[in-house]
Nanobody, 124 residues
Framework: QVQLVESGGGLVQAGASLRLSCTASGRALDTTPMGWFRQAPGKGREFVEAINWSGDVTDYTNSVKGRFTISRHNAKNSVYLQMNNLKPEDTAVYYC?????????????????WGQGTQVTVSS
């Protein structure tokens, strides 16, 4: 089993940027896609972005289009989420997850390893 650890969250003002990191240990990320999800208080877990192993295929939710960018460094067993022009509605706990290898990228049930999450708070 792989352990995923997120970092990089924090409290920022609207319009600021943050870069989240997710590093795997215990096992390599293999060739499966990786995804970022978020969960705001009182809401369900929401898909944010995902990336395949080679990095040439990504998927994202419309609300982050043009603002968030996912990337990965396979040699470092790491995945990143660059978040620009943050908005108060981006406030949530952000989780990275390892895809099971088949199925849609936006479905959280298709991911079998999750990190503990990192809090992102955006003030207006």
């Amino acid at each position: 089993q792989v352990q995923l650890v997120e970092s990089g969250g924090g409290l920022v003002q609207a319009g600021a940027s943050l870069r989240l990191s997710c590093t795997a240990s215990g096992r390599a990320l293999d060739t499966t896609p990786m995804g970022w999800f978020r969960q705001a208080p009182g809401k369900g877990r929401e898909f944010v972005e995902a990336i395949n192993w080679s990095g040439d295929v990504t998927d994202y939710t419309n609300s982050v289009k043009g603002r968030f960018t996912i990337s990965r460094h396979n040699a470092k067993n790491s995945v990143y989420l660059q978040m620009n022009n943050l908005k108060p509605e981006d406030t949530a706990v952000y989780y990275c997850a390892k895809h099971a290898g088949s199925g849609t990228l936006w479905d959280p049930h298709k991911y079998n390893d999750w990190g503990q999450g990192t809090q992102v708070t955006v003030s207006s």
